[in-house]
């Protein structure tokens, strides 16, 4: 008895092909496709751990509070930057400032520290949960000379202005 | 007309066509999976506080990258049991692989022009 089906044919005309073919006819499709998805599968992840890597978690509202007002730092109270919103055109967040021994719960909560009229300190906590501070000091006749130091504090820091001193902001470089 | 002449002149032909798409394919495969990792990667961990991960935006940007690469891979699998030869399952495998990641890639072109219009 002979069952001779269309798809049994069929199968059989499709392994002779396969087994007619070279080895390397048979699988070099198969291989350029596997480097290739490889090669994606390297591409896709590479483009991640990069940008993980560069990703900041700095605070940009750490740099809301612009240069040193006509009467010095000392102006720049938590109420009257409350009120005035320096950094609001390019945030595009509301801020809200604390004074310097109110703990920054966010990174667009910051704790202010006027140290003295031509220092100021600002902390405030990053989405990584780190706080980050920034320290403006100006010098010279009309005090148009400054610099900005930076720090990145440890976990569990307690996240205030009065931990950003002269003593623990020394870094030249924004942290990540 | 010599029918074996004519069959040469179309290997020949599908031959060409196959090395023409090749980069094309790679280049679309490579910018959807460049793009769609890029996007998944900003909604659903590079979101800028205090905005949250966005989960439903994010499996679409997975779904969207592995799309091209998924279809590769079932056209390699599909043409493996049919009697064609090399060219013509490179043909079908660029083909699909062309066709899915197309409309990804011009899709991720689209959102970045709008990125940076607006």
């Given amino acids: 008895m002979t069952i001779d089906t269309q798809w049994l044919h069929q199968k059989r005309v499709q392994s002779r092909a396969l087994d007619s073919k070279s080895w390397i006819g048979r699988w070099l499709v198969e291989m350029l496709v596997g480097l290739f998805i490889v090669f994606l599968m390297w591409q896709g992840l590479s483009v991640w751990l990069e940008m993980t890597t560069e990703i900041t978690h700095f605070p940009e509202a750490l740099d809301s509070i612009g240069p040193r007002p006509q009467g010095g730092f000392k102006v720049d109270t938590a109420q009257h930057l409350n ?12 801020v809200r400032y604390v004074g310097k021994d109110a703990q920054s719960t966010g990174p667009f909560v910051v704790s202010i520290n006027p140290i003295a009229p031509n220092t100021f300190s600002v902390a405030a ?24 130091k930076y720090a ?25 | 007309m010599n029918p074996m002449k004519g069959e040469q002149c179309r290997r020949r032909r599908r031959t060409f066509l196959a090395i023409v798409l090749l980069p094309i394919f790679f280049a679309f495969l490579w910018l959807e999976v460049e793009i769609g990792v890029s996007y998944t990667w900003a909604v659903l ?12 935006l994010g499996i679409f940007g997975a779904a969207a990258t592995i799309a091209g690469p ?23 495998v660029e083909y699909w692989g062309s066709v899915i ?12 022009v709008m990125a940076s219009v607006i």
């Fill in chain 2, 70 to 92: 998924m279809a590769v891979g079932v056209a390699t699998l599909k043409t493996r049991g049919r009697s064609l030869s090399v060219t013509d399952r490179l043909l079908r």
């Fill in chain 1, 152 to 176: 990145k504090f440890a976990l569990g820091v307690t996240c205030s202005g009065s931990v950003a001193t002269l003593a623990t902001v020394t870094a030249r470089d924004e942290p990540q």
């Fill in chain 1, 83 to 94: 009120r005035v919103q320096p950094g609001r055109s390019f945030i595009d967040n509301e």
């Fill in chain 2, 101 to 112: 990641s197309a409309p990804v890639v011009m899709l991720g072109f689209v959102f970045v």
């Fill in chain 1, 125 to 148: 906590l990053g989405d990584n949960g780190r706080c980050y501070a920034e320290l403006m000091h100006t010098y010279g006749p009309g005090e148009e000379y400054g610099w900005t």
């Fill in chain 2, 45 to 56: 961990v590079g979101y800028v506080s205090p905005s949250q991960p966005d989960v439903a």
